[in-house]
């Protein structure tokens, strides 16, 4: 536990460093809007905290890393070191990267990882470089996590992946969609769907009452 003595902290965020440690951004806020003079306009703070004796990175530059090694990174436990390799990827994809491989890798690690955080990674970076086509995405809807089914959701409605059929696969998903979280997802996709397949699924998000006293979900239908 960390405990601020500056009674103006506001900490914003939280990032983790590649020794381990945990960057906080502070909006130290001592006046209405960081002073209405602007005179602090650039003055925040980030402190960085750490456990012990900082470790050293495990790379100098992940940049010179190979794909394969890159997708190994993503089961890495330091949370940093995955999102740095998808955004490797990433760009190598953008400067036009053959991903086919690297697609391959991607799935493998989807489909033979009993950790969600690890296919998270390998979703979001097949996501990220293009190597998640619809039907796929679509089939990730009858995931058994719900973590998993939640980002589907949420991929699916983009315009690559939004096809005849997401509404009506969408609307006969949450009429026995036992998770909150996947509900509310899909409620927040609505001003995203199409008129003729709006309605029906917000009227099926409707009938679920056992949610009408949730603090979220009512509101955000």
């Not at 050293?56 to 190979?66: G, I, K, N, T, V």
């Not at 696969?169 to 909150?180: K, M, N, R, Y």
């Amino acid at each position: 536990m960390i405990r601020i003595g500056d009674p103006w902290f506001r900490g914003i965020d939280l990032r983790t460093g590649a020794d381990g440690s945990v960057f906080i951004s502070d909006w130290s806020d001592l006046g209405e809007c960081h002073e209405s003079d602007g005179v602090h306009r650039h003055s925040g703070r980030i402190y960085q905290v750490a456990y012990g004796r900082p470790r050293a990175p495990l790379y100098d530059d992940l940049s010179l890393l190979s794909n394969s090694e890159l997708v190994g990174l993503l089961t890495h436990e330091n949370v940093w070191y995955p999102r740095q390799a998808q955004r490797v990827l990433q760009d190598r994809f953008a400067a036009g990267q053959d991903m086919q491989k690297t697609h391959r890798q991607l799935l493998a690690l989807y489909d033979t990882s009993n950790k969600v955080t690890d296919r998270l990674h390998a979703l979001w970076t097949l996501h990220a470089t293009e190597g998640d086509d619809t039907t796929w995405v679509r089939h990730q809807l009858n995931d058994a996590n719900e973590h998993i089914r939640t980002w589907a959701a949420r991929l699916v409605v983009e315009p690559r992946h939004y096809s005849p059929g997401v509404g009506r696969q969408l609307t006969e998903l949450i009429a026995h969609e036992p998770s909150g979280l996947v509900l509310l997802f899909v409620a927040s996709d609505l001003q995203r769907i199409p008129a003729d397949d709006l309605w029906p699924l917000a009227m099926e998000l409707g009938k679920r009452d056992e949610w009408a006293n949730d603090p979220a979900l009512p509101r955000m239908i």
